[in-house]
């Protein structure tokens, strides 16, 4: 299983960016898939998950209200809308599949496969 992210940029604090997730020769639909990130020097942060099938979503306190989590079972891909962004939300996002399969796991944090990142940069 090999999820690739998409869709970071430069932003402004304040702006918006989606990004995407989708798998390579696979598809997306049986599997919760989470979002985490990681800064420079800082350690991994999970910050959103949308299970399979009833598309349930969790937020971590960090983004929610911010950020939103999607799924398009037709295109098989997972989006990640950001908006309002901050500059503390700098950092290279990863998408997973969770180790409970199409069941989001507790904090956010049961991460099983990802691929490559893509890289957010929120500064003026």
């Known amino acids: 299983v090999q999820l690739q992210a998409s869709g970071g940029g430069l932003v402004q604090p304040g702006g918006s960016l989606r990004l995407s997730c989708t798998g390579s020769?696979?598809?997306?639909?049986?599997?919760?898939i989470n979002w985490f990130r990681q800064a420079p020097g800082k350690e991994r942060e999970g910050i959103s998950c949308i299970s399979s099938t009833t598309d349930m979503t969790y937020y971590a306190n960090s983004v929610k209200g911010r950020f939103t989590i999607s799924r398009d079972y037709a295109k098989n891909t997972v989006y990640l809308q950001m908006d309002s962004l901050k500059p503390e939300d700098t950092a290279v996002y990863y998408c997973?599949?969770?180790?409970?399969?199409?069941?989001?796991?507790?904090?956010?944090?049961?991460?099983?496969?990802w691929g490559q990142g893509t890289l957010v940069t929120v500064s003026s």
């Open positions: 020769a696979m598809t997306l639909d049986s599997y919760a």
């Open positions: 997973a599949t969770d180790i409970l399969g199409p069941i989001c796991g507790p904090k956010l944090a049961s991460f099983a496969s």
